[in-house]
């Protein structure tokens, strides 16, 4: 049995995938008798960059003395996986950090609203704010402080080698979560779903601009956006016709993961991270190229196409349990 320090910065109901992914990972620790410590931001959410990040870290520090836990998994990189790995650093217990998204590349996005892609993003120099600098720097720390380091793909792990420059000896790609299929329902409409926050990386005004276009010469289709709770989501997502998601990048979507689930033919961005393992089914578009959406938009209305679609995503079989996720956390903890 293992003493495991579990960090988040989000928890339900909290929208967003590491919210779920640390419950999930902490239920499948437990179910295997491992005794789990979960700690989120919580109410330190509110409090200023830097100011919350050391709140945070006398938190963890307090708990990790009192527990003395075996290690610590870090769900992300700059929000926990910095403060976690100071900690670490100074108990001396080893630190796993999972990285999620890219926080520095999303808040220049949101800052500048200059639409680069996540591939493009590192490979010039930007004019950085002083708070973008030291997100950078303690990102990088973080990296470097860590004693092993998880990436869901190898798109996000290959980008952030380059970037961050630290050891590739000491990470890791473990998959994100894949459900079997789930039972679904039929759709009543041609109404596409893109259920996610309002953010500027997330690309949504372009995809309603191509929808608007779209409706035109298909006055049938609808396009469905804003935010849900995990539950009413899941809902809409049963009863869909398609998913869309067009972000500027997205490492290892969970909205693409549970269509293919519930067998809902997508179309996805070209900047996913998924690509090796769902190579074959969905549709592709540059999320810069607005043409190529509309045209995979008019192509998806096709009763053909959306049921040779929807038959390639039913043969689809990969699963990954979160059971299988803890079991690969614990071999990595078993080398350090």
């Known amino acids: 049995m293992k003493k495991i320090l579990l960090t988040t910065g989000i928890l ?5 995938g590491p919210a779920y992914y640390a419950i999930e990972l902490k239920k499948a620790f437990e179910y295997d008798g491992h005794h789990i410590t979960l700690h989120s931001y919580g109410w330190l ?21 009192f527990s003395r836990p075996s290690f610590i998994i870090a769900l992300d990189t700059f929000s926990v996986g910095f403060p976690s790995a100071i900690v670490g650093r100074l108990v001396g217990i080893p630190v796993i950090i999972r990285t999620g998204g890219d926080f520095l590349w999303e808040f220049y996005v949101e800052r500048t609203k200059e639409k680069i892609v996540l591939s493009d993003f590192y490979l010039q120099p930007r004019n950085f704010t002083l708070k ?16 092993h380091v998880v990436f869901s793909t190898t798109y996000q792990r290959d980008i952030f080698l380059s970037a961050y420059e630290f050891d590739k000896e000491k990470t890791t790609i473990i998959e994100n979560h894949y459900n079997p299929h789930e039972t679904s329902e039929g759709h009543t409409k041609k109404n596409f779903i893109c259920f996610t926050r309002p953010l500027v990386w997330k690309n949504i005004e372009t995809l309603k601009l191509a929808f608007e276009k779209t409706k035109g010469s298909s006055p049938d289709i609808s396009l469905e ?34 269509a293919i689930a519930y067998g809902k033919p997508f179309i996805l961005t070209t900047e996913n991270g998924i690509e090796n393992r769902i190579t074959g089914i969905g549709l592709r578009v540059h999320p810069q190229d607005e043409k190529a959406l509309h045209d995979a938009i008019i192509h998806l209305q096709d009763p053909v196409v959306y049921a040779k679609e929807k ?12 059971d299988e996720i803890a079991e690969e956390f614990l071999d990595i903890a078993k080398t350090l």
Do not use: W
Request: proline share 5%; aromatic share 12%.
């Open 12 to 16: 339900p109901p909290d929208i967003g």
């Open 45 to 65: 959410k509110h409090l200023p960059t830097g100011i919350r990040h050391s709140a945070y870290g006398i938190k963890l520090l307090c708990s990790t003395l």
């Open 225 to 258: 956006t804003g935010m849900l709770s995990r539950s009413e989501y899941l809902e809409k997502l049963k009863k869909c016709y398609a998913v869309v998601l067009v972000s500027l990048g997205d490492i290892s979507p969970n909205m693409i993961l549970e």
């Open 132 to 147: 973008e600098k030291l997100i950078f720097k303690y990102t990088q720390r973080a990296f470097h402080y860590a004693s």
């Open 311 to 322: 038959e390639k995503i039913m043969q689809f079989s990969f699963s990954h349990s979160y």
